[in-house]
């Protein structure tokens, strides 16, 4: 037998707010994981009768940190505009919860999640899943944030809000469990991934695969990180992200010059940026969890599930609907939330739908948007009286 | 001294049809090139007069064989629909030629092409430029073109025709050298590349320099290629070239099956699709001419050499002018050559601007678009009625 490979250098781990679960989840991949851990931020108070949580489902690169300094960045919280106390999602009155979705790197079991063993293997420092972890569907992350929604006791979720592969996740909630969802914010979202969207999706996956820190996955093994494909494909979708207006309002062609050098040795403005957002992600994203999550995207297919009708995944519903959408968003544009209002019209569901114009794209959910965030709090608080919230 | 580095595998060279210049080429960059070479293939027949001649430019990845077997690949020439007899560039009636870029890896004087002795050096077998090759403007590339044109003793062409990249040059021509140039087509073109196309650029240069085969731009030396990271680069490039549109028509969510496997073994057909033009790209195609090229059209802003005012770009010009762009086309989006219809309204030039209506893209200008052709076509028949074109 060969010598055994050296454990990785592992970063020393946070100690996340999470709960597991020993009891089996059962994957579409038709893989069943032993065990599962949800890690999750909460915040505000959940009343007595549980009827005030909020759930937050974060997009692609966000995490469960949504109102507070992130514990590896030590920067503000994604959303803390959007949650706290007198905020659209307003802590004094809900609960607001976010899990690290399955799949992710934040705490939620994933590709840096210890392996299971085999049964009969013998047994010793488990080592991490790496790119052996299961595949997993948007329909798998909502089926492990229920199973922390019910250890919460929470029977009906008020809202379930998220943009992005947020919003697909709100969908999903809104599909798989119509009882447990009172009211559904998707926003900046669709019920399927375009080709276009699985396409960047694919630019970058490619961009990991090419680096030689890839190692076919393994790098954890080597204490390796494929930084540059990973920065690559950062790159690739933040582009996505903006508008062309916005870019164009931030950068420009401006030029950030080197000392009086000669022209070619100076770099657009707008190079700089993208490679600051490449190297800063590398340092909180796994390869191996961006794999995972960009595949999970690209497989959503509402409709595909449901015999290829959209509104037959909201057959019956009594949820209510708010469907934002953003003037300038090109990777997710209105006209696939319009089609997903058609499809709840169809299905008889009680539905907004609200198009916010803006220059600033996609990442317009991430922003100060003041018109979107007056559509949030006056759609909740129309459904807090609806649902006779205390 | 060590010992000298083996000399490079190259391939064995194309024999281009070409002609080479030894008085010297000034570049913006400030350094002059002693000598250097224009391939170029021509079509049809320049008449007694050489009034006939269309110029073509080609664009990012294109090369001279516009109308005929290329050499390297097999496939079709880029523009046959376009150029031949009794296509929109009638050979029967024009002289229609094209040149390799400066910069190029077809022939022209490019980062493959031998290195020039640094002046008292050891005169030995030169190795190539690589990425010690100077940096080149699209002026550059015009300048060198004029070479061409003036040694085939044609003192005004009849027209200069490209499309993207080829476009940038059209508009460079009319600009540099308007006395030479009576009509000027630059098609799905802008006067500056925007800072959404130089963040596409600069992911695919990132995805070059994260290769471990790119050695620092010297990977001729190794006898290598960046094949990985350049055909990233072409993959997220390809991605801008089709409509968001043309790509759910050809490919959709679509599944490249293996053999009945599970979920995620499958792979989507637009990854396949890419996969594949990244893989073909990089056997024709040098990673050194692609950051040059590039870069040139990065660095194209015409309005900011003649002092930030695109009119004067055109002051006085005689020249008319065709713009034509795709209304799906955005990477040169329509309002692009709208501002230079603008410009060249307010510089009183001749102008003419189509808008073809269309789903297919910024790569429409090489596919078969019957309004596009006929505009082509009347447009030229039209110019030579002025031109008095036998």
Known sequence: MSEAPALPELPAPIPHQAVSFADGLALDC???????????????????????????????????????????TGREG??????????????????????????????????????????????????????????????????AQKRLVDHLGIRRLFAVVGGSMG?????????????????????AAASFHSAQNIAFHEVGRQAIFADPDWMGGQYWRAGKVPARGLAVARMAAHITYLSEAALTRKFGRRLRGGQGSSLFEDMFEVESYLRHQGSSFVRRFDANSYLTITRAMDYFDLAADH??????????????????????????????????????????????????????????????????????????????EHARLP
């Not at 505009?81 to 609960?95: A, N």
């Open 30 to 72: 038709g893989i069943r994981l032993a065990r599962h851990t949800v890690a999750y931020r909460a915040y505000g108070r959940l009343n007595a009768q549980a009827s005030n949580a909020i759930l937050v489902c974060h997009a692609l690169t966000g995490d469960q940190y949504v109102a507070e300094t992130h514990p590896l």
């Open 78 to 143: 994604w959303w803390s505009t959007v949650v706290g106390p007198g905020r659209p999602l307003d802590t004094d009155r809900y609960f607001v919860l976010c899990a690290n979705v399955l799949g992710g790197c934040m705490g939620s079991t994933g590709p840096t999640s210890p392996r299971e063993e085999p049964a009969g293997a013998e047994r010793g420092v488990p080592e991490p899943w790496g790119i052996d972890f299961p595949a997993v569907t948007i329909r798998d992350m909502v089926r």
């Open 167 to 187: 919003g697909m996740q709100a969908l999903e909630w809104a599909a798989s469990y119509p009882k447990a969802v009172f009211a559904a914010i998707p926003i």
């Open 307 to 384: 015999g290829g009708d959209l509104a037959a995944a909201f057959a019956e519903t009594k949820t209510r609907f708010c469907l934002v959408s953003f003037s300038s968003d090109w990777l997710f544009p209105t006209a696939q939330s319009r089609a997903v209002a058609r499809a709840l019209n169809r299905a008889a569901a009680n539905v907004s739908f609200v198009e916010i114009e803006t220059d600033k794209g996609h990442d317009a959910f991430l922003l100060d948007e003041p018109d979107f965030h007056r559509t949030l709090a006056g759609f909740l608080a129309g459904c807090a």
